[in-house]
């Protein structure tokens, strides 16, 4: 039987009064402020990569890329994915499929989920699922502060 493990991330990031553009699932949204983060604090793409970490036991992903490293100051969210991907490659694991919810009042994320899920998948190489869940006011998610994201995992060993 196929080995199979499940693993769950979590990321939350608030936002800065400053910017104009948002990196989000690794594209650029313009929009009135951005995310604070000491990478580009991309919520979606730190939260699938913490889910597969989590799934083979590589604990989580303030471990492999501390902020207290300068080589990890204002690294790419997708770079930080894709060696995750292959942190788990060396491992002989391979991404079966990563279900994500996006928890934000706003921006509106449907003109964009396609344009994440194809640039996530193309680098897990997997289908990604990306919805988001609007927090209907309650707390500080929704009174816009910031936005959270959760993504499950699932991979595979042959
Ligand atoms: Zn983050």
Redesign the pocket.
């Known amino acids: 039987m196929r080995n199979i493990r499940i693993g769950l991330g979590f990321?939350v990031?608030s936002f800065e009064q400053s910017g104009s553009s948002l990196v989000l699932g690794g594209i650029n949204i313009d929009y009135k402020c951005s995310l604070k983060?000491h990478?580009d604090?991309?919520?979606i793409t730190?939260a699938i990569a913490e889910a597969l970490l989590g799934s083979i036991g590589l604990g989580g992903?303030g471990e492999h890329f501390p902020d207290t490293d300068p080589r990890w100051k204002n690294v790419e969210s997708l770079k930080i994915l894709s060696l995750t991907v292959e942190k788990l490659r060396e491992l002989n694991w391979n991404t079966i499929n990563v279900d994500c919810s996006v928890v934000l009042e706003e921006p509106h994320l449907a003109t964009f989920r396609q344009q994440m899920q194809d640039r996530l998948s193309f680098i897990i190489g997997a289908p990604i699922n990306i919805k988001a869940k609007r927090p209907e006011g309650l707390g500080s998610l929704g009174r816009s502060e910031g936005i959270a994201c959760w993504a499950i995992a699932l991979v595979g060993m042959e």
């Open positions: 990321d990031h983060g990478s604090a991309d919520v730190h992903l």
